[in-house]
């Protein structure tokens, strides 16, 4: 079993910064791909950012320039630093992890949310 704590969401004005962190544990032989995703109200869930076990990345465009995804592979931790926040990325962030098991089989993982609200 595998579980992955969110945290650093919270109440923000526009143009401000927020740190999300999602840590992973239990049975974990590693982890591939992390991604934060958000889901505003009315809305799909979207991909925010993802980055692999080598540290590519990839944004979505409405928050390149400003969103900055990392990971600590000894931690088994994620991370999302956004900059310059504005009220449309008001949204439930998601945390999901692609883990591999020790019996070597991948499961998704998601976090349980943490909500990011910028006011105007």
């Known amino acids: 079993q595998v579980q992955l704590v969110e945290s650093g969401g919270g109440l923000v004005q526009a143009g401000g910064s927020l740190r999300l962190s999602c840590a992973a544990s239990g049975s974990i032989f590693s982890i591939n791909a992390m991604g934060w995703y958000r889901q505003a109200p009315g809305k799909q869930r979207e991909l925010v950012a993802a980055?692999?076990?080598?540290?590519?990345?990839n944004y979505a465009d409405s928050v390149k320039g400003r969103f900055t995804i990392s990971r600590d592979n000894a931690k088994n931790t994620m991370y999302l630093q956004m900059n310059s926040l504005k009220p449309e990325d008001t949204a439930v962030y998601y945390c999901?992890?692609?883990?591999?098991?020790?019996?070597?089989?991948?499961?998704?993982?998601w976090g349980q949310g943490t909500q990011v609200t910028v006011s105007s």
């Open positions: 980055i692999t076990s080598g540290g590519s990345t």
């Open positions: 999901n992890n692609k883990v591999v098991v020790p019996t070597g089989h991948n499961y998704d993982y």
